[in-house]
């Protein structure tokens, strides 16, 4: 036999045991003459390949299903699924979570806490790695029994010499310093990805998008994201770096003058997020105390933040409203271009400024009003936080081919 005629039975055999795997994984529990019905592979074939998986400890055998007449009953197939495991994790600016999971995605254990006070990028990382380490003690998982690890990004801004990098705080560090830093966990096994762009993910899985194909979802927390889903797909773009609607210019005169600084805000992020809420409110409250904003912040104006402005306009604060009407006058604008290119059938509103629930969603839907084309539907995320981890875990089960990695 030539070299190039083994090479072709191979990669048949290959794709055959692709087959399987993937059939056996969406239909569990299955038998062999179930797996013969659906991939149309003859009974000796599948019958090697099922042998194959299973002293490769890739499947099992579950028990008997039901006899279909006075013959034997067969013998079901399943997935092993917790053969190895999943980690993500997420670092907020004042709390992290960890989820662990089994290939599946079906989370197994997870942490979320606060951090107790400010601290920086490093002590943060740090106190998530002894959290790492201590979920996996808790569950009895030795390290080398995970399969691979995704970091949950909070941003993307430009790096030094122009190219994009993510970051896991605001000027903290970045994709290759975390995994540098957790190197001695994972190893080569960590990957990084951005959380706007894994939340909308998460939707598509267990959220407000999953009947829907095409969705822009907006993240409004700290800063500004967008992540964009085009038939089914999520765009992450080069370097992952879609969607970046933070640098959205909004007038001639900002344009001419903007530069891109390493790891520094976009314009239009410096006129819509959560810190230019915040940094508005505290300046426009430093000249008055007659604000219902000043009155939640108990005098203390470092305590404001843009939950503090989103409370004070369910108040009717004029002093709250006339900041986010300016804000949003700005978001709107970059929303409706976004609604004019892109023509979602759905936008969601996700992140910490979501939970400002009706008060947000009237800003934006009075503001769109006659000026877009198309007329998507917009929803409050419900997932809120679960949405970037879900859509993380998801994310590494469809970077893993399990047949080469497990």
């Known amino acids: 036999m030539s070299s190039l005629q083994k090479q072709s039975q191979s990669h048949v055999k290959y ?35 099922i042998d194959e998986l299973i002293s490769r400890e890739i499947i099992y055998e579950i028990g008997t299903g039901r006899s279909m007449g006075s013959g034997r009953k067969p013998i079901l197939l399943g997935f092993n699924s917790t053969k190895k495991l999943l980690l993500a994790f997420k670092m907020g600016r004042t709390a992290y979570r960890i989820a662990l999971s089994d290939l599946r995605g079906h989370i197994l254990e997870m942490i979320q806490e606060d951090f107790t006070e400010p601290i920086s ?7 998530i790695k002894k959290s790492i380490s201590g979920l996996l003690n808790k569950a009895k998982v030795n390290k080398d029994r995970l399969l691979k690890a995704i970091g949950i990004a909070a941003g993307i801004f430009p790096g030094i010499g122009g190219n994009a990098t993510m970051l896991f705080s605001y000027k903290g560090f970045t994709e290759e310093k975390v995994k540098g830093f957790f190197f001695d ?3 080569n096994n960590l990957l990084i990805n951005h959380s706007t762009k894994l939340s909308l993910l998460g939707e598509k899985i267990g959220g407000k998008a999953r009947e829907y194909k095409n969705v822009v979802y907006i993240d409004l ?14 765009y992450f773009g080069p370097d992952n770096s879609s969607g970046e609607v933070g640098y959205f210019y909004s007038s001639p005169d900002e344009f001419s003058k903007a530069r891109l600084e390493p790891f520094e805000f976009g314009s239009l992020e410096s006129r819509i997020s959560g810190k230019a809420i ?16 000043y009155e939640l912040c108990r005098g203390n104006i470092t305590k404001i933040s843009t939950r503090t402005v989103f409370e004070a306009a369910r108040f009717h604060d004029s002093l709250a409203m006339s900041i986010l009407e300016e804000a949003f006058l700005y ?19 996700g992140g910490g400024v979501s939970n400002a629930g009706d008060i947000l969603l ?16 917009f929803e409050l995320s419900e997932m809120k936080n679960s949405a970037s981890i879900v859509g993380a875990l998801h994310y590494l089960i469809n970077s893993t081919d399990y047949l080469d990695e497990l």
């Open 15 to 49: 794709n055959n045991l692709q087959l399987c795997l993937q059939t056996i994984i969406h239909n569990e529990p299955i038998s062999r003459s179930g797996i013969m019905r659906i991939t149309h592979i003859s009974k000796p074939t599948v019958s090697n390949l």
């Open 121 to 127: 990028a490093e002590q943060k990382l740090l106190i």
């Open 185 to 187: 966990l994972f190893g």
């Open 362 to 377: 009237g800003l934006i839907t009075r503001g769109v009003e006659g000026k877009t084309i198309a007329k998507p539907r």
């Open 221 to 234: 927390t700290y800063g500004l994201g967008c992540a964009i889903m085009t038939n089914g797909e999520i």
């Open 331 to 349: 978001f709107n604008m970059a929303l409706c271009n976004i609604i004019n290119l892109l023509t979602p059938e759905l936008v969601i509103l």
């Open 278 to 293: 915040q940094e508005a409110a505290q300046a426009a409250t430093s000249n008055t105390r007659s604000s219902k904003i």
